[in-house]
Structure formats: structure tokens, C-alpha cells
């Protein structure tokens, strides 16, 4: 069975998986459970044959695209019961190598393991000799990566000031072995998703074109289906006064690491300049999936943008704009994001005919009156329709009722954008108070359902609150869904949506077209108009 290492069977828990733990038995083959991503990383370097992931009846297909996410070589046989012709394509279509019906035989499932693994093989040999080849042919010009790695030096002498991410590109190079490495290497570097492979290329493409510019070759060439290889000798200079070669720091995988101290905050902000058309090197959109509670279908998608300092400190937007003192530099900051999430979507329909609608963005509240006048011409610029991008508005203060306020979100509501209010109150006299507001709804933070499954007097406050909303008219969008007794808690409330990593962990842009592409015509593509989430494109 060693032909069947490193495939994993994604299949619905229930009877399935003690009647396949037992099958699988029989025959000889070591199988193990897994039932958690972090799991399926450790599990691949155990010794067992096959991996089954049970997951929740219905989930199969999502949990099949966060692997593909996470895991792009790894092999994937999905197993669920009332396969119809459309839910196989939908599974191939998120990343599955095979999709099987649950009444399937033991030895017709060995030969698909034995297919996908053999698959996997040809692909690692081929990989293996094309870097042969590539390092073959490889010159010995010598490269300088100089002032701490914020120049490239080429032979001749040129030097080519590098950006941030141009910066850790280079780094990637200097620390893999024969300089060298993975897409899935440099992302999981960047701490962003492996399966964001098209921001590497994007990133090579321009550094190549700053060279050619300047020039000079650069000898970066791609190993087709793996990652890049750098043929040039590259050395890092070490800096007269500096005892390392070279100073990096990797960007933090998860935003809700520790949060950085006011000084760590301070001096990052200093470097950030959102009117230098360079700072949008480091800003990055992530996307988390919501689902409508009624259908348990996607109902939209929040996007949060992320702004990775120069130190590598990984920073939220709305943090960024909640300490970022100048006025002018956050309505660019806002408008960037606006501007640039609504080229998105443009982009995503034109150049792969993806429809998608219903963006939550996170604005500061105060952020509105400067910008909500030229939101309709923003949206006809990019040829959108009004459910395109939905303002999702957040305050550190006590809200007041301003006229001003009140005019801006009336004038918004007259041109069918939708606008929320993101926070994590739920005290009654506040939540009278927005009685009559021309609003779409509330979004509940993610610290309110977790509280909420701790005290059961909080859990009490916010059944009351959620009511009380929904008497008022306001949909409500509840966050930071993470497992199933939240999930219940969730389904328990009046409330008209949730999210949460029970059902999209943050996704990167990638993955999102990838779970739009494969969703269910409510979501994503489909025949029925007055259900596809068009809108995109007048």
C-alpha cells in the first residue's frame, strides 16, 4: 500500500466512517482519523496508508476546498452519498481528484487511491527533473542583496530598489536550499494561503519588468507546476555594522495573534503612506464566506484587508484605521480599499466570468460623510450594480444620531447600497436607540457569541437583543461561528445569517473564486437570473 500514502478520504461521519474503519481493516490498510486541518498537516508524516476526514453531512464539498486551499499537492477522494452528476462536478470543481457515491466497493476505492498517488508520483518526478534541467543550465553571474535586502545588485552594477514583497521574494531565494523553493513554500513564508499561487507570479512578472526596465536579465526562471528557481549566484552583502547578513521577519499567519503594543503600533503607522502608490504592495484582501440560517447556503462575504509593515507586523484595516491619526491619509486608505475591491469584482467577472455580490467592507462610521456622495459614480465607473459592495460601518464611539450621519446613510438606502453596522453591543437602551435608522442591518461581533457560550446570563441579553433588532426590521449577521455549540447557539437566535471557520476559515482570493465558481446558483453562477448574485455587470 505504499502507492496510497498521503490520500485523504473526505467523507460524510455518520455510519460511513465506522463501516469504512472496519472495511479498510480488513484488507490490510493502516488508516487514520482526522478531523481538523491542523490535524491532516500532522498526519501526513505519520505512517498510515489513508487518512479519513469525516466531516458534517452537507460540508463535503466545502471542506474539500479549504484542502485544496491548504494542501495543493496533497491527493483528495471525496465520499458522499446521493451523488447526482451536477454534486460530482461541483466536487471536482473544488478540488477533489475523484468523487465517489458512500455505497462504493473497498477495492474500487484502493484503485483510486493507487490512481491519485501514482499521480502524485509522476508529478514530484517531474518536478524533479525539470529543476535538473533548469539548474543545468543555470549561470554563476554573481547577484548582491544589498542595504539589508532593499536592493538588488545585478552583475553589471544596476541596482533595482526593492518593495516589500519584492523584498521577501528575494529573501525566499537567499533562505531555501540551491535557492529554490515552492509556491506553497513562499506563501506559507508569507503567511498567507498556499493556494494563493497567482500573487507569486504576479510578483515575479513585475519584478522581471522592473529589471528589463533597468536593463538587466533577471534569472528567475519557473519550474512548471512547482515554484521558481533562481539560476544567478546570489549572495546578501553584510552590512558594515550589522552582524547578520540580513534582516527579515515573516509576516504573522493568524490576525488574531497577539496583538501588537501601542509602541509596536506607533512606529509601524510612521512608515505607512497610503498616498505612495508603493504601500499597496502591502496592503492584501482576505475573504470569510456567510451563510444565510434559514438555507444554510452563502448569503455573501465579508472582505478584510490586511497591511503587513515593513517589521512584518500583519495589521487588520479597521486596527490601522482606528489608530491612524490623520484624516487625509485614512479617507485614501478608504478609498483604496473601495476602489480596489470594486476592480475586483469587475475583473473577476470579466477574466473569469464569476459573478459575486454582497461584499461586506469594514469603513470607520466617520469615514462616511467625505466618500458616500461618489459611491453611485464609483460603482458606474466599474460598470457595478448597488448589491455589489455593502458598508459594513464600526465605531470605537458612542453612536450619535447626527443629521449629517443620518442624510449620508438615508442617501445610501435611496441608491440600494446597503449599509451595516458592525459591533458587539447588544445592550437593550442602545439598541433602541437605532430604531428608525436607514439601515440594512446589524453584524454582531465575534466576542458576542463566544461570551454568549460561556454566561449564560450574556447568552440571555443577547436572545433578548437579537429579538429586539428583529422587531425593528433589521437583519442580523452574527460572527465568529467556530464550532458546532456556537453553531447551534447561532441557529437558536433570530438572526438572518452567521459565519465563522465552521463553515470558511479567511480565505485568499484564490480560494474565494474558487468557492464562488463551485457554489450554488444563490451564491455564485447559475441559470435562474433572479437567483444568480449578478449584479456585477450592468
Known sequence: MEHARCVLIVLEEGEGLHYWLEQLRVFGTKTSVVSSLEQVAEARLSQADLLLFPVEAGYVPLMVAKLRNDFGSLGIVAVQSGLSASARVQLLLTGADACLALDVQ?????????????????????????????????????????????????PNGVGLELTHSERQLMDAFIRHADARFSREDLMRDKGLAASDSRAVDSLISRLRRKASQAGVALPIKSVHGWGY???????????????????????????????????????????????????????????????????????????????????????????????????????????WMLRTLMADVRRWWQDYSLRASHIGLKLPIDMVLPIYKRMPAMLRQFEL??????????????????????????????????????????????????????????????????????????????????????????????????????????????????????????????????????????????????????????
Not at 490512481?115 to 554563476?140: D, F, I, K, L, P
Request: aromatic share 6%; net charge negative; proline share 4%.
Open 106 to 154: 473497498v477495492p474500487e476505492l484502493m484503485a483510486w487511491c493507487h490512481a491519485v498517488r501514482r499521480r502524485n508520483v509522476y508529478a514530484a518526478v517531474s518536478a524533479s527533473q525539470a529543476m535538473q534541467e533548469v539548474q543545468e543550465h543555470s549561470g554563476q553571474q554573481e547577484w548582491i542583496l544589498r542595504d539589508k535586502g532593499w536592493t538588488l545588485v545585478a
Open 229 to 335: 528557481t533562481f539560476t544567478g549566484k546570489l549572495i546578501a552583502q553584510q552590512e558594515l555594522q550589522d552582524t547578520e547578513i540580513m534582516e527579515f521577519y515573516t509576516p504573522r499567519i493568524e490576525q488574531e495573534a497577539s496583538q501588537p503594543t501601542p509602541l509596536e503600533l506607533l512606529h509601524a503607522l510612521e512608515t505607512l503612506d497610503v498616498l505612495d502608490p508603493q504601500a499597496s504592495e502591502a496592503l492584501s484582501f482576505s475573504y470569510q464566506l456567510r451563510v444565510a440560517t434559514s438555507t444554510g447556503q452563502y448569503s455573501g462575504v465579508d472582505a478584510q484587508v490586511f497591511w503587513t509593515a515593513p517589521t512584518g507586523l500583519r495589521l487588520s484595516s479597521d486596527l490601522v484605521l482606528r489608530h491612524m491619526p490623520d484624516s487625509i491619509h485614512r479617507q485614501a486608505l478608504c478609498e
Open 385 to 538: 450594480q448597488p448589491c455589489c459592495v455593502e458598508l459594513d460601518l464600526f465605531s470605537d464611539q458612542e453612536l450619535e444620531e447626527t443629521p449629517e450621519l443620518m442624510q449620508a446613510l438615508q442617501f445610501l438606502k435611496e441608491q440600494d447600497i446597503q449599509v451595516w453596522l458592525t459591533s458587539t453591543d447588544i445592550e437593550n437602551h442602545k439598541l433602541s436607540c437605532l430604531r428608525g435608522w436607514p439601515i440594512s442591518g446589524v453584524k454582531l461581533e465575534a466576542e458576542v457569541i463566544q461570551r454568549a457560550c460561556r454566561e449564560p446570563t450574556f447568552k440571555a441579553l443577547l436572545e433578548t437583543g437579537c429579538h429586539l433588532l428583529s422587531e425593528q426590521g433589521f437583519e442580523l449577521v452574527i460572527k465568529g461561528v467556530d464550532n458546532l455549540e456556537q453553531r447551534d447557539l447561532a441557529l437558536s437566535l433570530e438572526l438572518g445569517h452567521y459565519q465563522g471557520r465552521l463553515t470558511s476559515e479567511l480565505m485568499s482570493e484564490d480560494g474565494f473564486l474558487l468557492t464562488l465558481a463551485s457554489s450554488e446558483p444563490s451564491f455564485g453562477q447559475g441559470h435562474d437570473a433572479s437567483r444568480r448574485v449578478s449584479g456585477s455587470v450592468s
